[in-house]
């Protein structure tokens, strides 16, 4: 039963052009969802956050969209550099669930090409 | 800028031994958890910890896992009888109490090789 699908293993972008990843869940108890960037052989990394009473957060080229409704949410990456190449990670929780586990999609490999 | 360390960064043990996995999480944070993600599938909740206890715990940590925060700073992951199937990276993150807004930190892991 996967709670949080991210159903592109798989991605490829020219460098400058804008990456699009995607991710969705099922449980609609989720109510806070960030994206985690992961390098091979490193543990995974925080890059973006947005909580459900939002439809948008940006940081620098990181834009996370949610759409509640669709139970769907989408990191743009604009514009994409080749050291963004790397498994992108979906997770959700509960918003208020303190200490409560985070549940990870499957990742989406980002490649980006100069 | 602090981090979470986790020693060794791999391990290799042979079936049926005990490992522990050794985990430092940020000094001034009061939630651990443990991941784990086997070869090429996802990120796998094992157990969380909070305020000495463990706060809630996944299928896949049955009775073969420990988790132990023997002093202030470490805080250990034990299997006490290793499995082939136990070979993953496992991941210790940690994350401090501020509302709802909690990420976790994630260390970069300790491979762990069953033979």
């Known amino acids: ?114 | 800028e602090p981090e979470v360390t986790q020693t060794p960064s791999h391990q290799v043990t042979q079936m049926g031994q005990e490992v522990i996995l050794r985990c430092v999480p940020i000094s001034n944070h009061l939630y651990f958890y443990w991941y784990r993600q086997i070869l090429g599938q996802k990120v796998e909740f094992l157990v969380s910890f909070y305020n000495n206890e463990i706060s809630e715990k996944s299928e896949i940590f049955d009775d073969q896992f420990s988790v132990e925060r023997p002093d202030g700073s470490n805080f250990t992951l034990k299997i006490r009888s290793t499995k082939l199937e136990d070979s993953a990276m496992y991941f210790c993150a940690s994350s401090p109490i501020t509302g709802g807004d909690q990420m976790a930190f994630f260390g970069q892991g300790t491979r762990l090789t069953v033979v």
Request: aromatic share 14%; net charge positive; charged share 20%.
């Open chain 1, 1 to 114: 039963d996967q709670q949080v699908k991210q159903n592109s293993p798989s991605l490829s972008v020219q460098e400058g052009r804008i990456s699009i990843l995607n991710c969705d869940y099922t449980n609609s108890m989720f109510d806070y969802f960030l994206w985690y960037k992961k390098y091979p052989a490193e543990g995974p990394t925080f890059l973006i956050s947005i909580s459900s009473i939002k439809d948008k957060n940006e940081d620098g080229r990181f834009t996370v969209f949610l759409n509640k409704s669709a139970k769907h949410l989408s990191l743009h990456i604009v514009p994409s550099q080749p050291g963004d190449s790397a498994v992108y990670f979906c997770a959700a929780r509960g918003y208020y669930n303190y200490g409560q586990n985070f549940v990870f999609g499957p990742g989406t490999r980002l490649s980006v090409l100069p």
